[in-house]
T-cell receptor, first 113, second 113 residues
Framework: QKEVEQNSGPLSVPEGAIASLNCTYSDRGSQSFFWYRQYSGKSPELIMFIYSNGDKEDGRFTAQLNKASQYVSLLIRDSQPSDSATYLCAVTHSGGGADGLTFGKGTHLIIQP | NAGVTQTPKFQVLKTGQSMTLQCAQD?????MYWYRQDPGMGLRLIYYSASEGTTDKGEVPNGYNVSRLNKREFSLRLESAAPSQTSVYFC????????????FGDGTRLSIL
């Protein structure tokens, strides 16, 4: 069974610090990796995607991918209270197809002022 | 630019009643999806439509039917609602079926009494 694992948290980080969110996946052939942010009572919002090994930076966000270790992470620099949300990791399956996107259950992040 | 629009936003039904959840996207996307999100269960795919004229079952299709009315619209029908179908329902769309990020609507909060 293809799985995406995330620590449910809550992960508590002081304002201004770096928040590090981690995700592991079971399908070695997975090709695409997405991070979504979901505020309480709202819908998931795409914030980052990464396809290749290494780092990808977008503003305060950096996605890191290590396919050999089947590990993807999201770093949030200079964390703000507005970053408090649940972060969902999503991974495509090696078989492709529309049903090939599996979501983790999310990590609840709390930024403490 | 509205993105993905879902109606209604809230609904309360009695057991055995039927209803249709509506979804429309204005991004000219080919693929559309219906998910449900329950506490502790994460996002689970109900049905998807890779392109206009096609639909396929996802992880949890029982008790639901879908119709891809045209490229813009994808509806989800509950023929005989059950309390186990109480959930938040999200519609999403993407450019294509493989390795593409999905964009979500605001959700429908459905309660079955």
């Amino acid at each position: 069974q293809k799985e995406v694992e995330q620590n449910s948290g809550p992960l508590s980080v002081p304002e201004g610090a770096i928040a590090s969110l981690n995700c592991t996946y079971s399908d070695r052939g997975s090709q695409s990796f997405f991070w979504y942010r979901q505020y309480s009572g709202k819908s998931p919002e795409l914030i980052m995607f990464i396809y290749s090994n290494g780092d990808k930076e977008d503003g305060r966000f950096t996605a890191q991918l290590n396919k050999a270790s089947q590990y993807v992470s999201l770093l949030i620099r200079d964390s703000q209270p507005s970053d408090s949300a649940t972060y969902l990791c999503a991974v495509t399956h090696s078989g492709g197809g529309a049903d090939g996107l599996t979501f983790g259950k999310g990590t609840h992040l709390i930024i403490q002022p | 630019n509205a993105g993905v629009t879902q109606t209604p936003k809230f609904q309360v039904l009695k057991t055995g009643q039927s209803m249709t959840l509506q979804c429309a996207q204005d991004m000219n996307h080919n693929s559309m999806y219906w998910y449900r999100q329950d506490p502790g269960m994460g996002l689970r795919l109900i049905y998807y439509s890779a392109s206009e004229g096609t639909t396929d079952k996802g992880e949890v299709p029982n008790g639901y039917n879908v119709s891809r009315l045209n490229k813009r619209e994808f509806s989800l029908r509950l023929e005989s609602a059950a309390p186990s179908q109480t959930s938040v329902y999200f519609c999403a769309s993407s450019v294509g079926i493989s390795n593409q990020p999905q964009h979500f609507g605001d959700g429908t909060r459905l309660s079955i009494l």
